[in-house]
Nanobody, 125 residues
């Protein structure tokens, strides 16, 4: 299995930027998809973005498309979420998650098997 640890959250003003990191350990030699999710207080967890093993395929939620960029560095077993033009509605706990797959295709209905502990992102108005 793979263990995930997020970092990089914090407090930022509207319009600012943050970069979240998701460091993986454990069985990282097998291909896996990494997704970012977020959960705001009183709301359900929602999908933000995902990237396949090769990095050749990425998907984004409509609310973040054009502002957020997911990327990966397989040599460091780390995935990143670059967040630009942040808005107060982006405030949430951000989680990275993973499931094993070597497919180019990212299944939008996939069940993610491994989760990090989350990192808080707060955007002030």
């Amino acid at each position: 299995q793979v263990q995930l640890v997020e970092s990089g959250g914090g407090l930022v003003q509207t319009g600012g930027s943050l970069r979240l990191s998701c460091a993986a350990s454990g069985r990282t030699s097998s291909a896996y998809v990494v997704g970012w999710f977020r959960q705001a207080p009183g709301k359900e967890r929602e999908f933000v973005a995902a990237i396949n093993w090769s990095g050749g395929n990425t998907v984004y939620a409509g609310s973040v498309k054009g502002r957020f960029t997911i990327s990966r560095d397989n040599t460091k077993n780390t995935r990143y979420l670059q967040m630009n033009s942040l808005k107060p509605e982006d405030t949430a706990v951000y989680y990275c998650a993973a499931y094993y797959s070597s497919s180019y295709y990212i299944n939008p209905e996939a069940s993610y098997d491994y989760w990090g502990q989350g990192t808080q992102v707060t955007v002030s108005s």
